[in-house]
Structures are given as structure tokens and as C-alpha cells.
């Protein structure tokens, strides 16, 4: 709306038409340039704070699905290889191992207990069941996942390395060449 003095203007002919609407848009920009910017209320500050948190929280909750989806494909992974792997097994001769505190047993003939013995077969645990693995596929299972080989002779075990400080005590002991027991 053009205000009264304005339309006098027109009518008596001082001014055109296209000056009024002119000089109207520039009125208009120079009241909304000339608002100041709204200081930052409270409500925004806090909204603007939780959606901080709630990103923060977002991405974690993000590291930790990524994280479990990797851990499921390795096992995956794991499982792969020891089905793709495994020896089949055949025999009469109880070969024992320990494994989570108890002894537990697998059935092998002559030549597979020879090769767990030696080294070249590599026993794993798969869910509920002991698979015997060769030692390639025995690499490719540990760098995945350690704790899934069971037994494996080539590896040195940390329950069978002598104690240095046991060493180091009976080191002053000499025992003598000739010993008869």
C-alpha cells in the first residue's frame, strides 16, 4: 500500500508512477538492512548444544556397529577357512589337548597324530567342534583371529618357556657331567 501523500504525488502529476514504486523497494531495503541481527537466545544456544551431543553420540554408536560388523566378518572369515581347510579326520588313537582349562580329545589315525605332532596340522576350535587345519591355513586363521588356534606345536607356547628368573637362580647350581640317577 502506497501511502496518502504519495498518491497526491500522482495525481497532481509531480511524479510518474515508476519513481514511487522505485523509491518504495529502496525504502524497503533499507528497513530490512538496517535490523540487527537477533542476539542468540538461550533455547538456540541449547538446541544447538544437543545436536552437538546427539552427533556425538551418533558417530560412537556408528564406530561400534562398524566395529561389530568387522568382528562378525572375521569371524566369517575364520569359519570360511577351516571348513574350506579341514583334514579329514579318520582313526582309532585318541590324541589329547587341553583347551579353556579342560582336556579334550580328537580321533586321528598314525599319520595325522605324526603331523600334529610335528607341526604341519594345526588343531582349531569351531563353535562346538575341533577341526584339524593345515599350517597355511592355520597363518591365514591367526592373523584373523588368535584365539581360535587350539593347539599347535611349531608355535612356542607361554605356559611351556622357562622363567628366566628361575634360570637365572639355578644357574649357580652346577651339575655335574656325570651324573648317574
Do not use: C
Not at 1 to 10: F, I, K, Y
Not at 62 to 76: M, T
Amino acid at each position: 500500500m502506497r501511502n496518502p501523500l504519495q498518491d497526491q504525488l500522482l495525481k497532481a502529476g509531480l511524479v510518474n508512477k515508476a519513481k514511487v514504486n522505485q523509491v518504495a523497494r529502496e525504502q524497503n531495503k533499507q528497513k530490512v538492512a538496517k535490523a540487527p541481527p537477533a542476539p542468540p537466545r538461550e533455547d538456540a544456544i541449547d538446541t544447538a548444544r544437543l545436536q552437538a551431543e546427539r552427533a556425538e553420540r551418533d558417530r560412537a554408536l556408528a564406530a561400534e556397529r562398524n566395529a561389530q560388523a568387522r568382528a562378525a566378518e572375521l569371524r566369517a572369515q575364520v569359519r570360511q577357512i577351516i571348513d574350506t581347510h579341514k583334514v579329514k579326520r579318520s582313526g582309532e588313537i585318541d590324541y589329547r589337548f587341553t583347551h579353556a582349562g579342560a582336556i579334550r580329545s580328537v580321533l586321528v589315525n598314525e599319520s595325522l597324530r605324526s603331523q600334529l605332532a610335528s607341526g604341519a596340522l594345526v588343531i582349531a576350535a569351531l563353535d562346538d567342534r575341533y577341526e584339524l587345519v593345515p599350517r597355511a591355513a592355520a597363518e591365514k586363521i591367526r592373523e584373523r583371529d588368535q584365539a581360535v588356534i587350539v593347539l599347535d606345536h611349531a608355535q612356542p607356547s607361554a605356559d611351556t618357556a622357562p622363567s628366566t628368573d628361575d634360570d637365572a637362580y639355578y644357574s649357580q647350581f652346577q651339575v655335574p657331567d656325570d651324573l648317574v640317577w
